[in-house]
């Protein structure tokens, strides 16, 4: 006796083939049967007449590294019909981890979501999900920012040799531990202090071991084109395939360059490059509220980026910067709080930056800087 039976569903096989109806049968968690008429008796029998039945979808560019330590039932990805997540992008991953950033995400884990780290190399972290279990299957990219903090800290320097060696030698031992390439987010600190030739020798260490280079480009907006010219140079000199994350075009008065940016990918992939990319369908985006600092502000440790936040000339300089980038109240009022951490600001969740700092008779940017002290 089968477990469930699905009678006269659409079937989509995921290789792009017309859709067809079908009976499918499930036993013990696999499919056991595909037919048009499966005969015998079930557990649980469904009339899928009108719906439609399809593989899980793969989502290519996740951030569950760590919450799948802490929700492993992923219910907000199941429920989406993923099965399948790439994690470790934007240069962000669990594992290889070291020095001072391994104390400091124990520490910030510990504090904000009871999470016990005890693993420093991507081995140690696949074993400890294997072995609790997770609903979904995990396809792990060793995150550049990562391993750079590892290294050097927040460092806002060139790497030096040693640390390149070092760097090369962590993603070395990630790609044999099972990762399957090296991601970056080269807006966000210290990644962003990286030279594109750092970038060039970590890929090649990647491609030597059959991996692939998924990046947070350098910008999205202002300087896009640059952006896209750059990490496709990157893939060329380190003869690896690129997945360009989340391509956009950030900001109105971008919009225009989309049909360029497709014209560059599509040229390069006319020579013959490995290029794809992921986009999603809104024009919206989410990342830390720090990505409006200039780059200067998001040198060094954490206890270092807040006192320059506190200090009473950095702050002034940086308000200036942020009025000058964000002019109208329209700018401010395109900025949402959608999370927070702290209890003393739960009431920003939800609001925008304009409707804070009205609340509160500050600047936007003001306010902006109160947020990055209070929530760290």
Known sequence: MKNLIFRNVDIYDGLGSDPYVSDIAIDDGYICSVDTSIS?????????????????????????????????????????????????????????????EFQFRQSLYKEQFDLELSFKTL?????????????????????????????????????????????????????????????????????????????????????????FFATHMRSEGDLLIESIEEVLNISKQANIPIQISHLKTAGEKNWNKLDAAFEIIEEYRNDGHDVTCDRYPYIASNTHLSALLSEWAQEGLLNEKIERLSNKETRKRLISELSKKRKTNKDWNNILISRVLTKKNKDAEGKTLFQLAKEKSKKPAEVTLDLLIEEK
Request: aromatic fraction near 6%; charge should be negative; proline fraction near 4%.
């Open 123 to 211: 081995e140690d972290y696949l074993k400890r999900i294997e072995k609790q279990g997770i609903a979904l299957n995990y396809v792990p990219l060793i995150g550049h920012n990562t391993i750079r903090a590892s290294v050097m800290g927040g460092s806002a320097s060139p790497c030096n040799q040693k640390q390149l060696l070092e760097m090369e030698k962590l993603v070395d031992e990630g790609m044999k531990q099972g990762a399957f390439g090296l991601s970056t987010g080269l807006v966000y600190a210290p990644a962003n202090f990286a030279e594109s030739s750092e970038l060039v020798s970590l890929c090649k260490i990647a491609a030597n071991r059959g991996g």
């Open 40 to 100: 015998g008796k079930s557990l649980k029998e469904i009339d899928a007449t009108g719906l439609a039945i399809c593989p899980g979808f793969i989502d290519i560019h996740g951030h569950s590294d760590y919450y799948l330590l802490i929700n492993p039932s992923a219910e907000a990805k199941v429920k989406q019909g993923i099965t399948t997540e790439v994690g470790g992008n934007c240069g962000y991953s669990a594992a290889p981890i070291g020095g001072i």
